[in-house]
C-alpha cells in the first residue's frame, strides 16, 4: 500500500475524474478481504454503500487492515483512510489524527456527501479498535 505523502503528493496534481480514478486505482490496491470476513461485526455503519473494515494484529504488535467496500469509489475512500495507519503499532494507530490527515485530500468538496457520510464512522472504528487492542 502506498504511503498516505505519496497519495497526496500525486492526489494535489491531478483534477476532477482524474482524482476519481486515482481513488478507484487505491482501492483496487487493497489487500483481498475473505468473504469470511465481511460480517455484521466488521460493518461499518454509516455509510452509503456498503464497507467492512477488519484488523490484524501483526507479530510485532503493528496493525494490518483488510477492507472492502461493494462501491469503486467508496472502496477507495476506505484506502486512503486505512493508508493513514496501515502497520503502525496501535496505540499510534489509536491516537492518530486520520480526520486532519485527510484534510488535504478536502473530500468534502471533492466528492458528493454520500460518498463522504461514512468516512467519520470508518474513522471511529479503526480507532476504537485500536485503542482496545493497544490494552
Given at each position: ?14 483534477d ?13 490496491e487493497?489487500d ?7 460480517t455484521?461485526?466488521t ?25 472492502d ?10 484506502a ?19 480526520t ?5 485530500f478536502?473530500?468534502r ?13 470508518m ?6 479498535t485500536a485503542a482496545?487492542?493497544?490494552?
Amino acid at each position: 500500500m502506498r504511503s498516505l505523502d505519496d497519495i497526496r503528493e500525486e492526489y494535489l496534481f491531478l483534477d476532477g475524474d482524474e482524482r476519481y480514478r486515482l481513488l478507484i486505482e487505491l482501492g483496487r490496491e487493497l489487500d483481498p478481504m475473505p468473504d469470511a470476513l465481511k460480517t455484521d461485526a466488521t460493518l461499518v455503519r454509516g455509510c452509503s454503500a456498503s464497507v467492512w473494515v477488519y484488523p490484524t494484529q501483526l507479530e510485532d504488535g503493528r496493525l494490518h487492515f483488510l477492507a472492502d467496500s461493494n462501491a469503486a469509489i467508496t472502496k477507495g475512500i476506505v484506502a486512503l483512510v486505512i493508508s493513514a495507519v496501515q502497520d503502525r503499532p496501535a496505540a499510534e494507530v489509536a491516537a492518530a489524527d486520520i480526520t486532519a490527515a485527510l484534510e488535504p485530500f478536502d473530500l468534502r468538496n471533492q466528492l458528493s456527501s454520500n460518498r463522504t457520510q461514512g468516512v467519520p464512522n470508518m474513522i471511529a472504528l479503526i480507532r476504537e479498535t485500536a485503542a482496545r487492542l493497544a490494552g
